[in-house]
């Protein structure tokens, strides 16, 4: 089964840096504004949560990158899982 990321690692590092230089970095603030609940609402069942925790969950500065156990399109396949083998995790 193909091993997803779905968002890019190092944003809170960036963060930090805009906070100590002032710098910009729009690839940054992009990803941070497009993994949100407008974008998750159609893809889950977010019906047993309240709206206040469903925009904590989808909030972009509560969220690391995340893997998923499956292939989404247009995301990087960094990996894959394996059943019954010396190793659960192969990032490839």
């Known amino acids: 089964m ?39 609402r159609p893809h889950a069942d977010l019906s047993s949560i309240s709206d206040d925790d469903a925009l904590l969950l989808a909030d972009a500065q509560t969220s690391g990158g995340l893997l998923l156990a499956g292939e989404l399109p247009g995301q990087p396949i960094i990996g894959e899982l394996l059943l019954q083998s010396e190793h659960t995790i192969v990032i490839g």
């Open 2 to 40: 193909p091993l997803t990321l779905t968002k890019p690692l190092g944003i809170g590092v960036l963060n930090n840096r805009h906070k100590a230089t002032g710098e910009r970095f729009e690839q940054a603030i992009d990803t941070m504004t497009t993994r949100n609940l407008d974008w998750v």
